[in-house]
Each structure stands twice: as C-alpha cells, then as structure tokens.
C-alpha cells in the first residue's frame, strides 16, 4: 500500500492558529517578555480601519515587488501571529510565529529632506490642527499629496530593507509582509508613528498664523507698501521699540478710588511675562509650542522667539491678554 505524506497533512485552521499564537505570547509573558501583539480590523476583510493604516496597507499593494508574498502575509496578520510589533524611527522590529517563533527587523530610510521641506511647502496653512492632520481629515487635495506613491510620506521598496531569521529563500517572506501589515494596523491606534518612522516631525505641517498675509492688505487711514514696527509687531507678536517716534501723550492719571479688598486670585491679573515664565506656563499646561501659539493668537516662531529671551518681554496687548487668561486658568 502506497503512502502519501500530503494524505496525512492538514493545513491548520484560523483557530487553530489564533490559539497556538495566544498561547506563545502566555508563554513568552511568563518569562518576563514586554510584548506588544498586533489586533488587526477583522471587518469587511480589512488590515486596518483609519485613513493612515488603511493608506499604508494599500500603498504596499501597489508593487508589484510585493504582489507574491502579500497575501500570505494577510494571512497571518489576521491569525494573529504578529505576537510583537514595535515601530522606533527608521525601524521595526516584530516577532511572528510560523512553523517556529521567527524574529524580524525592517529597516525604512528617512524621508529625503528635500521630498520632506516640498511636502511642507504644499500643505502650508492648509492643516489646521494635529487632530486634523492624525484622525486623517484633510482635503482631497491634502490626502493625495501625503499618500502619492511616488512624493508622499510613504516609503519605495527600495526603501525598505527587511532581515528575518526564517529559512525561506525569498527577498520577502511571508513573516515580513504580515509585519509591515502590521504597520498599518498599529497605525490605527497611533498614526504619529508613520512620521516616526520617516525620521520627520509631524508637527511642521501644522498651519501657524498666517499674519505676513495681514501686511498686503490696505485701510482707509494707513496705505503704506514699507513695513513699520506696527506692521512687525504684527508678524511677531510683540511691541519693537522705535526711537524716532515721539513719545505717546500720558493720559491723566484719574483719582485714586478708595481701597477694596482683593481675592487672591487677582493677583494672577499682575503676570508680567519674562521667558521663564513663560517657557515655565507652557510646560505646566502641557502644551507644545505650536498649540500654546493657537491658543495666545500668535505664531510658534515668536513663543521660540520669547522662550530664547532674557529678562521682562515687551507683549502687544492682545497676546499679552491671553497669556493672563492661560496662567489665571493655570492657577485658578
């Protein structure tokens, strides 16, 4: 009687292979291992649900490099076997269980300067916030800028350089497509990590105040084509000093009214601002530079511009304002 190896060979099935990955990571857990798994979107046959994972996704099924190993890749992302992920700049490295527990690294070069500062340059003033830019809610034209397959943030595959300890022969093996897949599905949860990745700053595409526009337009009372310290004042956010200028008329100091008793918290009223404190309100607050500019109404170059001061600022009254209102909120 003839014996065939294949009549005995059962391909595994998804549970099978669900419950062998969970019971690595157990395993892996019990000996101290800080895993970090891969849940994909199991809906409607997806990797990923967000505009940013689902655009990683379909940006690597647009080579044909891939087109081989991609779907075995599908496969095991969906399984479970991404039993570790973890993407640092210009890497990921990944853990993937197979026949046996594969180990991975995928390199990414950094975005090219160049490509990174022509991106910057189209979407200035045209993403409002982080919220905006990371949940992936930005205009048509936006969107088809950063996921362009050949400008975009997303990387070639001559970009991509991967090493897995697995004994398959091909460029591309299956535990390397179900990682990068995995990308896209952790892109999900944190999309800052594709700017991560790239070795950019996500933060330079968001819109700062758009004040030198301000300068062009003209009024009734003042049509000048030279810029004065008003009009500088204006870009930067502070008062500039002029010593041709006279002085401007005191006004009468009015009468003096009788003493009342102040509540403690008037006394946050009196912020004068130095770069200390205000480098020392924003980080309290827990802002970066670009969201403490929004909320004071001026742009991130003038708060890096007051934090690199010394002594007393000299603040045009609106800022100035804000500033009061952020540490009154701060203290209240």
């Known amino acids: 009687m003839s014996w065939n190896y294949y009549d005995d060979y059962r391909r595994p099935t998804v549970g099978e292979l669900r419950a062998q990955a969970e019971k690595k990571i157990k395993s892996l857990k019990r000996s101290g291992k800080k895993l970090q798994p891969v849940e994909a979107a199991t809906s409607r046959g997806l990797i990923a649900k967000s505009f940013w994972g689902k655009a990683w996704c379909k940006h690597l099924e647009a080579f044909s490099d891939y087109a081989y190993r991609l779907p075995r890749g599908r496969s095991y992302i969906r399984h479970g076997a991404v039993i570790d992920l973890k993407v640092e700049p210009k890497q990921v ?3 993937v269980n197979g026949s046996e527990l594969y180990e991975l690294t995928v390199s990414i070069d950094p975005l090219d300067p160049k490509k990174w500062a022509a991106i910057k340059a189209r979407c200035q003033g045209k993403i409002g916030s982080l919220i905006e830019l990371l949940q992936g809610k930005l205009s048509d034209e936006i969107m088809s800028l950063v996921v362009d397959k050949n400008i975009g943030l997303f990387p070639k595959p001559k970009e991509i350089h991967f090493n897995c300890n697995c004994p398959d022969w091909a460029d591309m093996c299956k535990h390397v497509a179900a990682a990068l897949y995995g990308v896209g599905a952790r892109l999900d949860e944190s999309p800052e990590l594709l700017f991560k990745l790239r070795g950019v700053d996500h933060t330079e595409l968001i819109a700062i105040d758009d004040a030198a526009n301000e300068l062009t337009k003209t009024s009734s009372s003042r049509r000048r084509r030279t810029l004065d310290n008003d009009d500088l004042g204006d870009v930067f956010g502070i008062d500039l000093d002029d010593e041709d200028a006279p002085a401007p008329a005191r006004r009468p100091t009015p009468k003096a009214k009788k003493a009342t008793k102040r509540l ?23 802002l970066s530079m670009a969201a403490f500019a929004r909320e004071i109404g001026v742009s991130g170059p003038t708060i890096s511009n007051w ?3 010394s002594g007393p600022l000299t603040i045009k009254a609106e800022p100035l304002e804000a500033l009061k209102r952020l540490h009154k909120r701060k203290n209240s």
Request: overall charge positive; glycine content about 4%; cysteine-free.
């Open 307 to 309: 934090e690199k001061k």
């Open 264 to 286: 403690p918290t008037k006394r946050t009223a009196d912020f004068k601002p130095t770069a200390a404190k205000v480098r020392k309100l924003r980080k309290e607050l827990g």
């Open 93 to 95: 490295t990944a853990l």
